[in-house]
């Protein structure tokens, strides 16, 4: 175990563990989410979720990571010798592997706009933002070309290691991450009719107040927190024992709500105050924000920007996605990550290039009446994820002693007890819901 890398700062596994945390959830998924679900009431229950589960669930994950100092598989084979707790690293696994070959394609489309808005090809009178959209997620030669740049630069950061790859990414990348959202954020609200969209984001309209909203809201708070696939115990697994685990589990949690909230106040300000729609779902960052931009002072500028702060966000995550799956590939040994890295990151490239030609060339092959990409998606998010944060919440709320969970949160005996309620019960209760939610809905 001495020869395990590890992180060598708190705040270093704190920007780690929020970069893998931030990233697509909570710029992508989160402000097309609340557009399409009435804005500050989804908000409201998201915070909520986020705090009263969410968390709870992401110290249980810490708890296990840390106590382990293992890979997921072998921190379970070694906490519960002789039971099949281990299976919850293999769903990690499969997980971590499945999303970030879709994810990846999404970073691919991100490369693609990042070097279109360099070039100030995304300017420009009377352009059709949502034909160019179609153009390039159908194009098969730019779809997987970008795929593949995106996971380059992806396990060119993991095989560096802990200290001396995801840890200095993170610091430069979460940091930028922040100055750059409230650069946006400052632009954004000065724009006449910009009101509109701070009232969208926190005036409740409660007609929005249902169980459909609560659902997708606690779904968010999952998604949005990486909670179900093993990246916060794998990132644990890196830190010494003498860290206060609830402390830093607080602090992933704010900083994700704080980016969601950045992220809407950066979008939806600008949305009204150009007389858009804010339900435009999936297509709203790559349709929306170059239309709402192109009409804004220095717009040209300002979208360079946000899609080099899109591009940090969601790095920060797939190294997270990457490193669950060469964590498990490579146990402790050290000396093989490069080559594992490799490995890995071509597999996931190979099995992730359906998923980038399911919206042209493999566009007529449905599973289940979806596409690949967005079977894939269903497939994790909606099944594995919350199996997963499942199986966690149980291991740490009923496999541990009292002695032990008290000892790994070193927290007040309110704060335990709280946690442990959650955990035993509440957690799995709410999880039961968004699973049955996804296989029956």
Known sequence: MSSRDHFTSRIGFILAAAGSAIGLGAIWKFPYMAGTNGGSVFILL???????????????????????????????????????????????????????????????WILSYLFRALTFSLTGKGLNFALLFNDLITNPWEAIFAQGTFMLLTLLIVQAGIKGGIE????????????????????????????????????????YFNVDTLVLALGQAFFSLSLGVCAMITYASYLAKSEKIVNSAVNVAAMNIIISLLAGLVIFPAVFALDYSPEQG???????????????????????????????????????????????????????????????AIIIFVIGIP???????????????????????????????????????????????????????????????????????????????????????
């Not at 002789?82 to 970030?100: E, S």
């Not at 959202?181 to 409660?206: N, Y």
């Open 355 to 441: 998923s980038a030609l399911s919206f042209g060339l493999l566009s007529d092959l449905k599973i289940l009446d979806k596409s690949i990409f967005d079977f894939v998606d269903y497939l994790t998010s909606g099944i594995l994820l919350p199996i997963g944060a499942l199986m966690i919440s149980l291991f740490a709320g009923f496999h541990y002693s009292k002695k032990i969970s008290r000892e790994e949160m070193q927290s007040s005996p309110f704060i335990y007890w709280t946690w442990l309620i959650i955990v035993r019960f509440i957690a799995p209760i709410a999880i039961l819901v968004i699973l049955l939610n996804s296989v029956l809905g």
């Open 168 to 207: 200095v990414a993170s610091k430069w990348m979460m940091p930028l991450l922040f100055i750059f959202f409230i650069l946006l954020f400052i632009r954004s609200i000065t724009l006449d009719g910009a009101v509109e969209g701070i009232k969208f984001m926190f005036i409740p309209d409660w007609s």
């Open 46 to 108: 998201f915070i909520l979720c986020t705090i009263f589960i969410g968390l709870p669930i992401l110290i249980s994950e810490f708890m296990i990571g840390r106590r382990g100092q293992r890979d997921p598989i072998n921190s379970f084979k070694e906490q519960a010798p002789g039971k099949p707790w281990y299976t919850v690293g293999w769903i990690g696994l499969i997980a971590a592997g499945l999303i970030l070959s879709f994810y990846s394609v999404v970073g691919g």
């Open 282 to 344: 999936p297509g709203l960052v790559f349709i929306m924000i170059p239309a709402v931009f192109e009409q804004l002072p220095m717009g040209s500028i300002l979208l360079i920007v946000f899609f080099i702060l899109l591009l940090f966000a969601t790095v920060t995550s797939s190294i997270a996605l990457l490193e669950v799956v060469v964590a498990i590939g490579i146990g402790n040994k050290t000396q093989t990550r490069k080559k594992a890295t490799w490995i890995f």
